[in-house]
């Protein structure tokens, strides 16, 4: 049995699978450059984060209807419950529907309808936070803060993806005021690629509570210090980093070192379609490399619950 746990960096378009993108495409007329499923899994050979992310926005293209995000998401829901998550707050990328003719509503009403279902389901909670895309313009990411406004009862936060290298957090402070000033709970990638100074900048700029990735923190010991004092969760997703090459092997992952300095860990999936692995498979991948006992693994697990943007009543259900 899988042990219990939070999945909090999930990207839903990251859980489309080469089967489900075949059927929408052939439901939606959409023609693939890949011959079939196969062929677009020997696609899957990434060199680092911006060749993944040409792939991910190119099979996008395959959704297109409310029931296509409804599909998607259901069927990741089903798969995380049989990993043993119990909640899961999960990302989507507005714009890269928007830019499609995809309307904003259209992707969060076709997400909440598999979301709805999904206490009932999967016994799963579930939570929405929609990402900029950092290497979009400030002001694209305004006017997608502004479409979102008739959707905020259903979204809980705001984050940032994307092409991380030359797109600091600070070009998004105005649009992470305007979130704050909404009530949204705010997040970020940072220090996946980017340097730890962008960790820094995303805490101290746009005041995000976690931090998503944020593996490079720990070439400025003072900053991780920083981040053990404050509690401050990072969200790592180790099989996607060996994907993207931001570590050549999983053993190398400094997963035990971040525990070891205090730092509040979460194991998590990304893209769990691209990058061969489900949020359990994350923490099997770890314990076996690492060499992970009960103790460890409990406390990632624990960790998820307390990162988790849930309310009092609902953490101590059990959870
Ligand atoms: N979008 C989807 N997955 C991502 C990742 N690992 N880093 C940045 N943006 C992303
Ligand atoms: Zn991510």
Do not use: W
């Amino acid at each position: 049995m899988p042990v219990p746990k939070a999945e909090l960096h999930l990207h839903i378009e990251g859980t489309l699978e080469p089967e489900l993108a075949f059927a929408l495409a052939a439901r939606n007329g959409v023609t693939l450059p890949y011959a079939d499923t196969e062929a677009l899994r020997e696609a899957y050979r990434f060199s680092d984060l911006q060749s993944f992310l040409d792939l991910y926005y190119g099979l996008m293209a395959v959704l297109r209807t409310a029931e296509d995000f409804t599909e998607l998401a259901d069927a990741y829901l089903a798969r995380a419950g049989e990993q043993g998550v119990r909640h899961a707050e999960i990302f989507f990328d507005p714009q890269a529907h928007t830019a499609r003719g995809v309307p904003f509503g259209v992707v969060v009403e076709g997400l909440c309808a598999a979301l709805d279902r999904a206490e009932e389901r999967y016994g799963i909670s579930t939570r929405l936070i929609m990402c900029f895309l950092r290497d979009e313009s400030a002001e694209s990411a305004m006017a997608t803060l502004e479409a979102a406004k008739p959707y905020l009862g259903r979204i809980t936060g705001v984050g940032l993806d994307s092409a991380e290298v030359g797109h600091p957090p600070a070009k998004f402070r105005e649009v992470y005021e305007e979130a704050a000033r909404l009530g949204l709970r705010r997040v970020a990638h940072a220090g996946e690629e980017g340097p730890a100074a962008y960790v820094r900048e995303a805490l101290d700029v746009l005041g995000v509570e976690r931090i998503d990735h944020g593996l490079r923190c720990l070439e400025d010991p003072e900053l991780v210090e920083r981040l053990a004092r404050e509690r401050v969760p990072l969200t790592l997703c180790p099989l996607s980093n060996v994907r993207l090459r931001a570590i050549d092997a999983i053993g190398d992952h400094p997963l035990r070192t971040m525990l070891a300095a205090g730092l509040v860990a979460t194991v998590n999936s990304d893209d769990p379609a691209y990058f061969g692995g489900y949020v359990e498979d994350n923490f099997d991948a770890v314990r076996d490399a690492l060499g992970l006992g009960e103790e460890e693994l409990r406390t990632l697990a624990r960790n998820s619950f307390l990162a988790a943007f849930l309310e009092d009543d609902e953490e101590l259900r059990g959870r």
